[in-house]
């Protein structure tokens, strides 16, 4: 299965609260998971990525948590900001594959002030 | 270091016509990919260019075409224009092995 499952679809925090977002995939052949933000009107930016031999990376307000045997991992944005409401995309790199990502079909976050 | 360049940002067409975009990757990286971005269907990958080599392709019909020059600017081909191509077309570019993908702000087209 090529494909990355993503939920919630929306989601709706308060100022301070965390944020959290899931995704899943099936095929074990992908190697690589970055994390991506996307505004209105601009490409996806590259927040954080993580490998799947490690279970935790950290960078700043972003964490990514990674469990491998369950395929299934994770962004939590600490003390969200009304500065980052925006789309959010997790994404899987095909391994042996060059740089071919399968895409989430995208979180939309509002944080309310 | 500049970041992913596309060109034009907007686009209209007419059903039938073609169209090529234009994108000049970050200074260094080699790979650079297309993705279609669309409400429906999302991020979609278009296809993969590393050192003018295609090296990888999505599940796009053979209308969407692409290559990659020596300096490593990459444009992208759409013939025989449909309704369904109406779409943000995004561009990446990266380094080799575990690299995120880096986008350009894409070119909005709009096919009429």
């Known amino acids: 299965q090529q494909q990355v499952k993503q939920s919630p679809q929306s989601l709706i925090v308060q100022k301070g609260g965390i944020s959290i977002i899931n995704c899943a995939y099936e095929n074990t052949a992908f190697d690589y998971f970055p994390w991506y933000q996307q505004f209105p009107g601009k490409g996806p930016a590259l927040l954080i990525a993580i490998r799947p031999d490690v279970s935790e990376k950290k960078e700043g307000r972003f964490t990514i948590s990674f469990n491998k045997s369950a395929k299934q991992f994770s962004l939590h944005i600490m003390d969200s900001q009304p500065g980052d409401s925006a789309t959010y995309f997790c994404a899987a790199r095909r391994g042996n594959y060059g740089q071919n990502f399968v895409f989430g079909p995208g979180t939309r976050l509002s944080v309310l002030p | ?112």
């Not at chain 2, 600017?73 to 880096?102: K, W």
């Open chain 2, 1 to 112: 270091k500049a970041g992913v360049t596309q060109t034009p940002r907007y686009l209209i067409k007419t059903r039938g016509q073609q169209v090529t975009l234009s994108c000049s990757p970050i200074s260094g990286h080699r790979s650079v990919s297309w993705y279609q971005q669309t409400p429906g269907q999302g991020l979609q990958f278009l296809f993969e260019y590393f050192s003018e080599t295609q090296r990888n392709k999505g599940n796009f019909p053979g209308r969407f075409s692409g290559r990659q020059f020596s300096n490593s600017r990459s444009e992208m081909n759409v013939s025989t224009l449909e309704l369904g191509d109406s779409a943000l077309y995004l561009c990446a570019s990266s380094l080799a092995g575990f690299s995120p993908l880096h986008f350009g702000n894409g070119t909005r087209l709009t096919v009429t």
